[in-house]
């Protein structure tokens, strides 16, 4: 999708971080915007920062864990806009304790933001999408950790794997249509899930702080709105991929030559 100016983008979780970093990317690149999440005020604030530098931008209350939720922010879109371009399913939380330790509501809140916000996304945007028949995007907010396990963040990581394979294969799906799709993979950047648990519903018990030395790299990361900058690049050159810490390719690397050494093996034991 070449030119963004005067197109419409969503973004979920844009209260903050890499959500932000998106809504202000867009506005600058002159697209009208949707900050959608479930802090409302910040919501406001942040669509408010993107009015100042782009053209309209409105902000919407939406729980993604809730599919009503998700349509009706694909209704108002369109009332308001005649349209959506780009749709950024970001929404993320993060709990970190050893999988030992992790409950069952920490399982169930960290799947129904991170991968069910995701999926509701796709399920409330894709059709209307499709019906629109213009050209769009859907880019998936994963991690590098859905490439390489981490310690302590055991739950996040099985959610960021599974938006990754999901992007895989809506890729392919798509891949006769005039939808692209992307897969954010990002690195250490300087956002506020570390304070996550700031949204965890009441009913799935007390959260875990983040361990400070996660919140110190966090600290150090990249700047959000830098990110929101590499995503509108990626979507302006149809990129699947979005990896902003390109330094981590080694370890990836590693990963694969284990996979690889592994079926080696395999092949010399089954002949």
């Known amino acids: 999708m070449r030119e963004l100016s005067g197109r419409v983008a969503v973004v979920t979780g844009a209260a903050s971080g890499i959500g932000r970093g998106m809504v202000l ?30 053209p309209r931008s409105l902000a919407l209350a939406t729980d993604v864990t809730d599919l009503e939720a998700l349509e009706a922010l694909a209704e108002k879109t369109w009332a308001e806009f005649g349209a959506c371009h780009v749709l950024c399913n970001n929404a993320g939380v993060a709990v970190a304790r050893p999988l030992a330790e992790t409950t069952e509501e920490d399982w169930r809140w960290t799947l129904r933001v991170n991968l069910w916000g995701v999926v509701n996304g796709v399920n409330a945007f894709l059709p209307r999408l499709k019906v629109q028949g213009e050209e769009a995007h859907i880019v998936n907010t994963a991690s590098m950790s859905g490439h390489l396990p981490t310690p302590l963040l055991g739950a996040y990581t099985a959610s ?34 570390g304070d996550a648990g700031r949204n965890r519903p009441q009913g799935l018990g007390p959260d875990v702080p983040i361990p400070s030395e996660i919140l110190d790299a966090l600290a150090r990361g990249m700047d959000a709105e830098r990110a929101g900058e590499i995503v509108c690049r990626a979507i302006e050159e149809g990129e699947f991929w979005i990896f902003t810490h390109p330094a981590m390719a080694p370890a990836v690397e590693k990963r694969f030559a284990d996979l690889r050494g592994a079926f080696g093996r395999w092949r010399d034991r089954l002949g």
Do not use: N
């Not at 891949?175 to 950047?189: F, K």
């Open 160 to 193: 960021k794997y599974a938006v990754v394979g999901l992007s895989e294969c809506l890729a392919i799906e798509l891949a006769d249509e005039p939808i692209g799709v992307s897969v954010l993979c990002p690195g250490a950047v300087d956002t506020r899930i």
């Open 25 to 54: 990317a867009f506005a600058r690149a002159g697209m009208h915007t949707v900050a959608a999440d479930v802090d409302a005020s910040g919501a406001q604030t942040v669509a408010e920062e993107a009015a100042l530098i782009g």
